[in-house]
């Protein structure tokens, strides 16, 4: 329970794709994809993590029919899930009957076939996200040179949003990745390029807000759960960066650790001084940013006049990987779980230490 | 001889009268007659008789004397033990006969003369002897007369002795009587002063001596307070104290209107002589001063100011009117209420230090309100001149020479103390106002000298087609194509001066030393004085301080400017950074900051740079700039730092040591920065060649055709290496040269084993990895143009490896993409002295192509032959296309 060790787990390769779910029971669950061009060898798994047992095993796998290049749980039910492929969105359903434990040696024959509910062919999507709200949550599906919104209902796409014309030849016209601000559900952040771009999803004719953001190429966004208006993001220039969306000419604060680019930056959903980041250096860091956190430590010690050293730092590398990590994430059912999912298909949970883990608690 | 002569008795006689005619027998007569009543003690005394009894002698043994002894008495006449017959004896014993006969002939004549001698006496006593007779019958004759007349007066005496008392007593009587008259004529004048009393102190009231009437009332006050049982006296008590009520009524009503001093100061004093509680008077006498003080002080400052007085005009002025007449209302002040019956002394003191404080800090605050930090050497970018130092200095003197004369009568206001720290404080300031001028003055040049790079440009023209910054350009600035390098190839060969910055911040070094040495060597005398024992830093060492920090700030400044990725911001430098790897210096910085907050003044100078809104990154910095500002900083402690030092002992003689401007400390700071900058100039080159080289494999996406060249972009990406190179030559000032590129001939061999699957070649790939070290994309880079291009060369092939891996690969565009890789790395290996590392990161490229392949490859679509002649031949035309640029090709 206190150990910081992780688990491992070897996955299929050409994995780029990880996120959380939520577990009705104990552990932690997270969901694992492939984006491989060969398209029959694409894999969805599920992966359970038993925190006593220490132990991280798949409890299902299914087949992807395409190379999947986003995933992203659909909102209303834990086991629906949407996947995003070079043709379009699918809705997924995930077997309901997921056993708490699997046996040590899965059969390999177990790979599944997904339920697919329903998909929309609106070409390359390269990001997903579903909007936090409880009713008819929107989706928007970022793709080259824009945003499209669709409910899970209709899955055609009712509202596109659209980043103005960019005249530059050979730029990365997808958008890398999009999420939406769960203190402002309509309001939607993509990262396109250098640039971190706004909407309000009422008026989709033109971002609100737009803003150089990596100086060569942003790859994440994300939005700070506990405090309205801060953002982080990840960038090709090796930095994380913190941004107070009304004033966006400088970052208030910079996190350097990476020596290549970085490709996932996340939140804790639960303690916003964590923060998680990962990139194509193969290591995964864990920082503690708690200056610009919601709840900043102000007694630490008993001195008032705290400094920012204190306040802020890397807690930890975490160099389990050996090759580029493309995806990391917060367990959804603990605060101090993380996952992170390398090129080569290998998952590594991690914990947050444990000293860490008593300087927010206490 | 003494025969000869026969003197007269008669002239002997004379003796007493005194009138004696023949002087010398008269004298031999009375030396005779001494000696012979042996009167030794008067007249000539025994010497006398023996020199003439000697002569005697003498005379007559002459010749024989010289042959008897002196001391032999026997031989002597005179002498008691003379003895005749020795003498005689030897006489004849000595002498011949002729000395014996003219020996008996002198003693012939001697007896002869001694005869005639005794002769003579004896005449001469008797006469005397007849002649005292005389006299003394005479004096018998006068004692009887006068025993008659002493009667007569003891008589006549007696009777006015009784006379004397009879009067003396019939006095007496009167004499008391008089005395007492006299006493009660006092009494009667007192009471007269009493019964006049209230005339007179209405009439001193009158009159305006209000002093006067004081001081009669006190006089009166005790005897009129004794006697006022009598019913006159109470009278005038009353009407006294009436009287003195009226006048203290009005002089306190005076006392309300009175605002001068010393007027104040008088009738406070009758006050208090009228028993009015001194601690009503007090506050009113404090307050008169304090509202003089105040009203004087602010009256002349705004003189001062609407004259436009110097500095030091200006202290001295405040200094005359106030210093001295403040000293002396606190003297007088003190002497007034220093009354033995006055109530506690300690309330006294502390009204008087409440009023003394107030004064003080007013004067204090005014006088320093003169002294405008931001004045000289402030937002005008001026340094003072001499003349200005000059009377800065004066002035800062005559304010401590102000404040150490109050520090003496006000105990409690600190006042030298406060006076020093506020000179050293001053002149702080102004020293950092100095500095900070210079750090002005070199962002200047440093920011035109950015400015000339971007202008120069960093390519030559061909290699840049007007597409405008692929990185940094975001949305906002989305529809401009920025064209900023189109004409500046003209211009290429112009050096540009980045030593000029040196020299320019030692000038205004210099300058700024000339301009502060007196104000520096001033403080530290005068502070040396005021505090001789607190023993605090001297300016000297501030100045050394401040050029540590303007070394650090400095070489930090060019890479804010410079807008280099990972320097260290604040927050890196104090807490983030953690992980040396990634940021050396920051680690460093690190541990400094991690041994103690505020442990190192230089980090602060450090981090000032990075604090500093003034000091922002240029627009779009080139990344010659970088280089250049690299090359600036490596030099820091081989050049500019010993010459700021040389300028500082100059300036500040054997102060300090001159090794503290160029401690370990900074030198670790001015190289890590001058790494970072290197790097960072990598890092702008490879990430452009990166992006081209992004974009070429994009593009690939749908080819469809057969391969008969490298992809152009590719290619046009490459030419960047060539760019990098040219840069990096003229900055490094060496010949862009690379070698012969055949030994590069090799051909790397894929096995793109569509068979294998995935995950072996994963599990392949990763036992490989764990025998081989990670490559460390970034950083890492020496100066030299091996390792510079070996840095480019690493992020442009992670940079496609990672664009591959992410791509969706045709079979066609497989073998164009070995192609290019195989290109790249036939470049890249000609540039470099160890390929294994380019090796490394192509092989996983090449494997990553093979996995992003969709559909199953053909084998052997196309021969490794025919790729091999493309590449040859597409790097032949990069070979041209380098010498084109200026590059030698070995």
């Known amino acids: 329970m206190f150990s910081s060790a992780g688990a491992v787990h070897g996955g299929p390769p050409q994995a780029r794709l990880l996120e959380a779910l939520k577990c009705e029971g104990e552990g932690h669950r997270f969901v694992s994809a492939t984006s491989n061009p060969q398209e029959d060898s694409n894999e969805i798994q599920v992966l359970h993590f038993d925190e006593e047992a220490s132990s991280l095993r798949h409890v299902a796998s299914y087949t992807h029919p395409e190379a999947a290049t986003a995933i992203c749980p659909a909102g209303v039910d834990s086991d629906h899930l949407l996947t995003a492929s070079p043709t379009g969105v699918a809705l997924w359903k995930l077997q309901e009957d997921l056993p708490e434990v699997v046996s040590e040696h899965p059969d390999p024959g177990s790979v599944k076939e997904l339920g697919q509910l329903a998909k929309a062919s609106i070409g390359h999507v390269t990001s997903l996200a579903t909007q936090p709200t409880q009713q008819e949550p929107k989706i928007a599906a970022g793709r080259e040179q824009g945003v499209s919104l669709f409910t899970l209902g209709s899955l055609t796409p009712t509202e596109n949003l659209e980043i103005p014309g960019d005249p530059r030849p050979h730029v990365d016209r997808q958008v890398r990745r999009c999420t939406w601000d769960p203190h402002t559900p309509r309001v939607l952040c993509c990262a396109y390029d250098t640039a971190a771009i706004l909407w309000d999803s009422r008026d989709s004719a033109r971002p609100t807000q737009s803003f150089t953001a990596h100086k060569y190429g942003a790859t994440d966004i994300d939005f700070n759960p506990n405090r309205p208006m801060v953002i982080m993001s990840a960038g090709e220039d090796r930095l994380v960066k913190f941004w107070d969306l009304r004033h966006t000419q400088a970052p208030i604060r910079v996190l350097a650790g990476h020596t290549h680019w970085v490709t996932t930056a996340r939140y804790n959903r639960f303690h916003d001084q964590l923060v998680l980041s990962a990139g194509t250096d193969g290591a995964v860091n864990l920082w503690r940013v708690s200056s610009i956190s919601s709840s900043p430590i102000l007694d630490y010690d008993g001195e008032p006049g705290m400094k920012t050293e204190t306040m802020d730092s890397k807690v930890n590398t975490y160099d389990d990987h050996e090759e580029a990590v493309y995806s990391a994430a917060w367990s959804a059912s603990d605060a101090w779980v993380f996952a992170s999912l390398s090129f080569d298909g290998r998952v590594v949970v991690s914990f947050v230490p444990s000293t860490e883990k008593y300087k927010i608690l206490l | ?890």
């Open chain 2, 1 to 890: 001889m003494h025969a000869g002569r026969s003197p007269s008795i008669g002239s002997m006689s004379d003796d007493f009268s005194d009138d004696g005619a023949e002087d010398e027998s008269e004298e031999r007569m009375r030396d005779l007659l001494a000696s012979y009543y042996g009167l030794g003690a008067a007249g000539a005394g025994p010497g006398g008789v023996a020199t003439a009894g000697a002569g005697g002698g003498g005379a007559g043994g002459g010749p024989v004397s010289t042959r008897i002894s002196a001391s032999d008495a026997v031989f002597r006449m005179d002498a008691a033990e003379f003895d005749s017959s020795e003498y005689v004896r030897h006489l004849l014993r000595t002498c011949e006969t002729a000395d014996l006969l003219q020996r008996n002939d002198e003693m012939v004549h001697e007896i002869k003369a001694l005869d005639s001698d005794m002769q003579m006496l004896v005449y001469e006593n008797y006469n005397k002897f007849i002649t005292a007779t005389d006299t003394i019958r005479s004096m018998k004759q006068n004692v009887e007369s006068m025993e008659g007349e002493m009667d007569i007066l003891v008589a006549s005496m007696d009777e006015i002795a009784d006379k004397s008392e009879h009067i003396n007593s019939s006095l007496a009587s009167k004499r008391s009587q008089i005395d007492k008259l006299v006493r009660v004529r006092r009494l009667l004048k007192r009471l007269e002063f009493f019964f006049e009393l209230p005339q007179r102190l209405q009439q001193c009231i009158d009159e305006g001596s209000f002093a006067q009437a004081v001081k009669y009332f006190k006089i009166a006050r005790d005897t009129l307070r004794e006697y006022s049982h009598v019913a006159s006296f109470s009278n005038i008590q009353a009407e006294s104290e009436e009287l003195m009520d009226q006048l203290r009524t009005r002089l306190k009503a005076q006392i309300q209107e009175t605002l001068e001093p010393t007027q104040m100061n008088e009738l406070v004093q009758l006050l208090l002589e009228l028993d009015v509680p001194a601690a009503d008077l007090r506050p009113k006498l404090l307050q008169c001063h304090e509202q003089c003080f105040r009203k004087t002080l602010e009256e002349e400052m705004e003189r001062i100011r609407s004259a436009n007085d110097t500095i030091d005009l200006g202290v001295q002025t405040l200094n005359q009117v106030f210093v001295a007449p403040f000293v002396a209302a606190i003297r007088s002040f003190h002497e007034i209420f220093a009354a033995p019956d006055q109530d506690g002394s300690e309330v006294l003191e502390e009204d008087l230090n409440l009023m003394s404080t107030a004064m003080f800090d007013l004067f204090f605050q005014l006088s320093t309100s003169l002294f405008d930090p931001g004045s000289l050497g402030g937002k005008e970018g001026g340094l003072p001149t001499p003349s200005e130092v000059r009377d800065l200095a004066t002035a800062l003197e005559s304010l401590l020479e102000g404040t150490r004369t109050l520090d003496a009568h006000l105990p409690t206001c600190n006042s030298s103390e406060r006076g020093a720290d506020f000179v050293e404080a001053f002149l702080s300031q102004r020293l950092a106002a100095g500095f900070q001028w210079i750090r002005r003055e070199t962002l200047a040049a440093l920011e035109s000298l950015g400015g000339a790079a971007a202008s120069l440009g960093s390519e030559p023209s061909g290699a840049r087609s007007g597409e405008g910054d692929f990185p940094g350009t975001s949305v906002e600035q989305v529809g401009e194509v920025a064209l900023p390098n189109s004409h500046a190839s003209t211009s290429e060969a112009m050096p540009l001066p980045p030593k000029a910055v040196f020299d320019l911040v030692l000038d205004r070094f210099g300058k700024m030393m000339d301009s502060t040495q007196p104000l520096v060597q001033f403080g530290d005398l005068v502070l040396g004085e005021v505090r001789r024992s607190s023993g605090r830093a001297t300016f000297a060492a501030f100045t050394a301080e401040e050029s540590r920090h303007l070394v650090g700030w400095l070489s930090t400044a060019m890479e804010v400017l410079v807008d280099v990725t990972l320097r260290p911001s604040p927050v890196c430098v104090w807490g983030l950074e953690r992980d040396a790897s990634a940021t050396p210096t920051a680690a460093a910085l690190q541990s400094h900051a991690e041994d103690s907050w505020d442990a190192s003044a230089f980090l602060q100078g450090v981090t000032s740079a990075l604090n500093d809104p003034a000091v922002s990154a240029l627009d779009s910095p080139s990344p010659r700039f970088a280089l250049e500002c690299s090359v600036l900083c490596r030099g820091f402690h081989r050049t500019f730092t010993p010459a700021l030092a040389e300028i500082i002992d100059s300036a500040i003689p054997a102060s300090w040591s001159a090794a503290r401007v160029d401690d370990d400390e900074v030198q670790a700071h001015t190289r890590s920065c001058s790494n970072r900058l290197l790097e960072y100039f990598v890092e702008l080159h490879g990430n452009e060649i990166a992006a081209r080289a992004r974009c070429a494999v994009r593009g690939l996406h749908q080819e469809q055709a057969p391969v008969t060249t490298v992809t152009p972009a590719m290619f046009e990406a490459c030419l960047g290496f060539g760019t990098a190179l040219k840069d990096a030559a003229t900055v490094l000032e060496v010949r862009p040269t690379v070698s012969a590129m055949s030994r590069s001939e090799t051909w790397r061999a894929v096995r793109p084993t569509s068979g294998l699957s995935s995950a072996h070649k994963g599990l392949q790939l990763d036992i490989e990895r764990v025998f081989s070290e990670r490559v460390q994309v970034f950083g890492e880079v020496g100066f030299s143009l091996t390792s510079i291009l070996e840095g480019l060369a690493k992020i442009a092939l992670k940079a496609i490896c990672e664009q591959v891996r992410a791509s969706w690969i045709s079979p066609e565009a497989y073998q164009q993409l070995l192609a290019d890789v195989q290109f790249v790395r036939q470049i890249s290996c000609c540039f470099v002295d160890d390929a294994s590392v380019i090796d490394g990161l192509v092989d996983e490229t090449l494997v990553a192509a093979a996995d992003r392949v969709g559909s199953a490859l053909r084998e052997g679509a196309s021969e490794d032959a025919d790729l091999r002649s493309v590449v040859a031949q597409s790097r032949a035309s990069f070979e041209t296309a380098l010498r084109s640029m200026g590059i030698e090709v070995r």
